[in-house]
Each structure stands twice: as C-alpha cells, then as structure tokens.
C-alpha cells in the first residue's frame, strides 16, 4: 500500500470533534469499562473519584488504572483498550482518522500520558476502524490487529504483534506492518528498526502438577527460554486459561520465578500462568501461551508426618485425606478427575518395570497391609502430568534385653536396656518420644530409666516373690503405640 503523507498530515491535523457529556453520563461515543477498577477526574475538575466496571467515560476524562490491576474498555466501534496498572490516559475528542485504504473513518483518540496501553481492534474489512494513540512523542493511528503501547517521560514504545498503523512523529509519517517494533521520541526522527521481544517458551519441566502437605510452604518453579536483550520479565498468574481473572504478578530479571502456594496465589489449587519479555528499549512482547498449574493439598492423620527424603510416614491404620477446595473429589483445572495408580515397594528395586492400573482418584490414600511402603502415581489428565507420593509405614522399633536370664527373686536385680531404632531411617530416634512401662505380672514397677540418646538403662530391684512371675517391659511411642516388648520368667528363692 501507499501512504499519501500529506493526506495523513492532514487528517491528523483536522480531526473533529465529537460531542462530550459529563463523566459518567451514558454518552452513545463513550467507552464503557467492561474489567478493572481506577479513577477519574473531568476536565476542570479539581477532585479524582472512583471508576469501575460498567461506567462510560467520555470526552475530557483523564482516566487512571488501579496500582493492582489492569482497566479494560470498550468502545461503540469494538475497539479494546486495556490500561495496566498504574497508567494515565486521557480521552480526547474523536472524528475522522486516516484509514488503510486512503479513506477516511471514524475513530477515537487516546492520549496515553504515561505507563501502558494495549490496544486490539475487531476483526473487519481493511479500511473500516482505526483508532489513535498520541503521546508527547507521537501518533500511533491503529487500522487493525494488536497493539501495545509504552510511555515513559517522552518517550514512547510500540510493538504491532500483528495487523497495520500509521506512526506520525517529529513530522515524519509512515505505516508498519505485523511484527514491528517501534520507538519514538520527542523531537527526533523515529525508529522503525526496532524488533519486538519474542514470546518466552515454556521450558519443558517447568510447573506442572503438585502436591504438597494442607499448611504446609511450597512453591511452584516456573522456567522459560532466555529471550535476548530482555530488561525484565513480566509475569501473571490467573485463575482461568483467559487470564482475566489475574491474581498475582510479579517481575524478574532472570527467566524463572517460583510461585507461592502459602496462601497466596495457587493455595485454591488450579491456575494459568504466562510471561511476557521487556526488551531494553522498552518494547513489551506478546505474553506466552498460558501454562497451567495445578496444586492438590492433602491432611495428614494424627502421628504422621513427611520424612526428608519426602515418604509420607504413617502410623498403623492410618491414611492421608486428599483435599480439594470446595469440598469435592480432586479434580483437575478443566474439572475431570484426578487419576491414580499405586505401586508396591520393597526394601530392594525390581529388575522389571512395574504395569500401572489407573483409576479415579478418591477421598484417601492409603498403605497395603502387606507392605512396608508403598508408592502412589497421581496424574493430572489435563495437564499431562504426573507426579507420586510415597507411603510408608512407621516402623519404630524398641529392642528389650533384660539380664539375668533365670533370675531368682527376691536375690537378683534385673538389669534392663531398651533400645529403639528406625529401619527405615526416617524418624530421629535420639529425640523420639518414648515411654517404658514395667510390670510384675499384672502390678507395675517403678524404674529409674536413664536415657542416653536411643538407648534407655535401668536396674529393676528384686521383691519377695511366693510363686513364679514374670516381670515384663513395654515400650511405646509417643501416640501410644506398642514398638516393642521383653519378658524374663523369675523363680522365688526356696524358703530354707
């Protein structure tokens, strides 16, 4: 196409203006706020009030986005501007703008005054919308496709994702196309030789599906392709794959970011996340295809716990409860079910690899009665991951050597050790909580236990004792379970 510079001289010059009403007045030409939260302030107007979804600003409103979140408009001719947080803009009179086809057309006007605008107009013929952005830098007159505009002081950035406009700046003018980048700035010629970031590529561990303790700290990492000549990367977390509903959004320099689940964005299990590069002139690329996440939480029972090599120990009897937000089965972010398959383990590897039966997810999970551990596979259909919990059954174990082994009362003390150990090595048995109980037949004894790390000592005094006993030592941990127990048989000294 060829671009007549005088006549885009002249209809940049000779726009018309369009009739205003008061802020917040149903105005046919206004735009209407369809997401978002900020403030206003009319032309003359020496006060700001507050803005939101369903109120028309019209001509002369100066507008400014929320700190913590972006301000979506619309306008009568389909036209979406999007303000990020923070930016200011004001709405100035419309009319006739240049169109792609060396025609006129009627379009309205933005003056971004600082921070950023996206701007995407609706699928029509060449020649039917534009839509103009200024700035003390310049004129961006958009005929059609993306836009996303960058002002900072006086200078301002512009990256045409796909589609066509017009640049207007320091007296020159001249249309570029899909894929351009742009930098303008005041009183010097503009620069068209800018490219734009490229949209960051997913790495391919990165995110996925998790599962972790309920009030427990854990985070998500999130990994993506270095993009070159990047100044910092943006990134948006959302609670649908549209990332409208965007909960959180942070920024880094370096091309990963861990996401919280402490509460904070992923702790109501399933989310979006995509990232977009700042190249160092300022130009923003297009946001990534939109990762989802998803984070499944689970209860532990009374006496369990998770080992450091991460098992889940349990107690005898005992399961984990899968948790879900609402109270429902798990489920994944597109609502279909969590998947499961479990897998037995020995204390030795097979040499062949295990089939795995997969079936739906329930409310618990727990161990076979027949093994010591046991290693769950969960996967998320929707996300097409997988990931597995292990299971594993607390083996705390006490030791009892009482000597001598044919004790005659009331001659003999008894000297008793109480050894406890993990055969698993998950539980630190030196500060393990452990009580000893000590019996003659059915009546206890007292004992002065001495403790020295795992090992308990102590001398059991003998009784005058009429018919033969048995003195007997019980061990339990500290949920009081039986872990282990010893037994010497005494004989009473003949009477003489």
């Known amino acids: 196409m060829r671009l007549r510079t005088g006549f885009l001289v002249a209809a940049i010059s000779a726009i018309s203006p369009l009739g205003t009403t008061s802020a917040g007045a149903a ?49 009568p001719d389909g036209v ?48 039917s919308h534009a839509f103009l952005v200024s700035s003390r830098a310049g004129t961006l007159t958009d005929w059609r496709g993306q836009l996303h505009v960058r002002v900072h002081g006086d200078a301002t950035s ?18 570029v196309y899909d894929g351009a980048g742009i930098l303008m700035r005041r009183g010097v010629n503009p620069d068209k030789s ?19 303790p309920r009030g427990s700290p854990a985070a998500v990492d999130l990994a993506w392709g270095a993009v070159p ?69 689970y209860a532990l029972p009374e006496g369990a716990f998770v080992a450091r090599d991460g098992a889940i120990v349990l107690p005898k009897g005992e399961y984990v409860s899968m948790l879900s937000p609402n109270g429902s089965a798990a489920s994944g972010p597109d609502g279909s079910p969590i998947e499961v398959a479990y897998e037995n383990a020995g204390l030795s590897e097979p040499h062949y690899e295990v089939p795995l039966y997969w079936g739906r997810l329930g409310g618990s999970l727990r161990l076979s009665e027949d093994a010591p551990m046991r290693i769950v596979h969960l996967r998320d259909r929707a996300l097409g991951a997988e990931t597995r919990l292990v299971l594993a059954r607390r083996e705390l174990r006490a030791y009892v050597a009482l000597a001598p082994a044919n ?79 010893g037994f010497v048989e005494l004989e009473p000294v003949a009477s003489r």
């Open 27 to 75: 105005s046919p030409d206004g735009a209407a706020i369809v997401r978002g939260e900020g403030r206003i302030k009319q032309d003359g107007a020496g006060q700001w009030r507050e803005t939101t979804t369903a109120d028309i600003l019209d001509v002369g409103v100066t507008v400014q986005a929320a700190p913590d979140q972006p301000l979506e408009m619309i306008l």
């Open 407 to 485: 004790a005659r009362w009331p001659t003999d003390p008894i000297d008793a050790r109480v050894e406890v150990r993990d055969p698993s090595g998950r539980i630190d048995v030196s500060s393990e909580t452990v009580t000893l109980e000590t019996l003659l037949d059915l009546t206890p004894l007292s004992v002065d236990w001495q403790r020295d790390g795992n090992t308990w000592r102590g001398r059991i005094a003998p009784r005058l004792i009429g018919d033969p006993s048995i003195v007997r030592v019980v061990v339990k941990d500290g949920h009081g379970s039986e872990i282990g127990r």
């Open 80 to 127: 979406t501007i999007t303000l990020e947080p923070k930016s200011l803009a004001r709405w100035m009179p419309g009319g006739k703008l240049p169109s792609e086809t060396n025609h006129w057309a009627h379009g309205y006007h933005l003056l971004l005054e600082e921070g950023e605008a996206e701007v995407r107009m609706p699928p029509a013929p060449k020649g």
């Open 158 to 175: 512009a990256a045409i994702y796909e589609g066509a406009l017009v640049v207007g700046s320091n007296g020159q003018g001249f249309p």
């Open 194 to 212: 800018r490219g734009i970031p490229a949209s960051p590529a997913w790495d391919a561990q990165s995110g996925g599906f998790r599962v972790v």
């Open 229 to 297: 000549n990047t100044a910092e990367y943006r990134v948006e977390v959302a609670l649908d794959p549209s990332m409208v509903r965007v909960i959180e959004r942070t920024t880094t320099r370096e091309p990963r970011v861990s996401i919280s689940t402490d509460g904070g964005a992923l702790d109501g299990g399933a989310a979006w996340v995509h990232v977009r590069s700042v190249g160092n002139s300022g130009i923003v690329g297009a946001w990534s295809v939109p990762r989802p996440l998803h984070v499944l939480r």
